[in-house]
């Protein structure tokens, strides 16, 4: 693996706050990306009493060559419980804003939408002032899938094209591509266009700013709210090489040349992932202002 640079250099997780969330989750044999995908904003973010709940396990059904988490042919059994866990866990931690994620589960019937569903009703019961943000997989393109989500009225649905077309089958599994994840993105929009839409791409992985602009319009075609771009980290041998460690400069570049475009809100920068603090902050804010309006 490469030398990182200082920029991506970040503290290691510790501290009173993170260990109690460790013992919170694993308490409810709980799973996060923030671990899974070995995120590097992990200490921040738990610091803060900020984390991302990943559904139905820890073991994906896909294997894209960016990704850390475990893959198999078959996830785990799902937990009927988990719903009612994560809600518990929001309590514990005292949180405003929640992020749910989950593994693809094409083992599945329905891929899991209908789990992800009740979870996301399960937190809305529980603790209606919470704002939900859900980072959903393609879910195959499936419309019912797709629909049960948007019955299920998260806050905002994310879902990540994660690269440029001309590299979205080198590094996602040959199951997703490019042009499906557009058009979940672009259906979620039709069939409601009162829900915020946000979706990712990670740099470093060979593409040009072309490609990059080129794809931030695609975005903005189909409907897109908010962008998040990070630098993409190689987390372990057997993952795709970092091609190049994007600067901070650059990013600030992008973020700035994307805005003119549209977007409602960018963050980028080396460190940013899909779930970042700071577009939940912008987030939290619009969504309680436009609460505030309509009370």
Known sequence: MQRKPSWLKVRLASGETYTHL?????????VTVCEEARCPNIGECWGSGTATFMLMGDTCTRG???????????????????????????????????????????????QGAAHFASTIRELKRAHPRVITEV????????????????QAQPDVI??????VPRLSRQVRDQRATYQQSLDVLQWIKQRDPSRYTKTALMLGL??????????????????????????????????????????????????????????????????????YRAGEFFIKNTIEENRRRSA
Request: aromatic share 6%; hydrophobic share 40%; charged share 25%.
């Open 64 to 110: 894209c060559r960016f990704c850390a988490v475990k893959t198999a042919r078959q996830g785990q059994p799902l937990d009927p419980d988990e719903p009612t866990k994560i809600a518990e866990s929001v309590a514990a931690m005292n949180l405003d804003y929640v992020v749910l994620t989950s593994v693809d589960r094409d083992d599945l019937p329905d």
């Open 135 to 150: 980072l959903i997989p393609d879910f195959r393109g499936s419309e019912a899938a797709l629909e049960t989500m948007i």
């Open 206 to 275: 060979g593409e040009t700013e072309a490609e990059v602009l080129a794809s931030m319009d695609d975005m903005r075609a189909v409907g897109v709210d908010i962008l998040t771009m990070g630098q993409y980290l190689q987390p372990t041998q057997k993952h795709l090489p970092v091609h190049e460690f994007v600067p901070p400069e650059q990013f600030d570049r992008l973020r700035q040349l994307g805005e003119a475009k549209g977007f409602l809100f960018i963050a980028a920068g080396p460190l940013v992932r899909s779930s």
């Open 22 to 30: 460790k013992e919170v989750l694993r308490e409810r044999n709980l």
């Open 158 to 163: 994310a879902h990540n094209l994660e690269t």
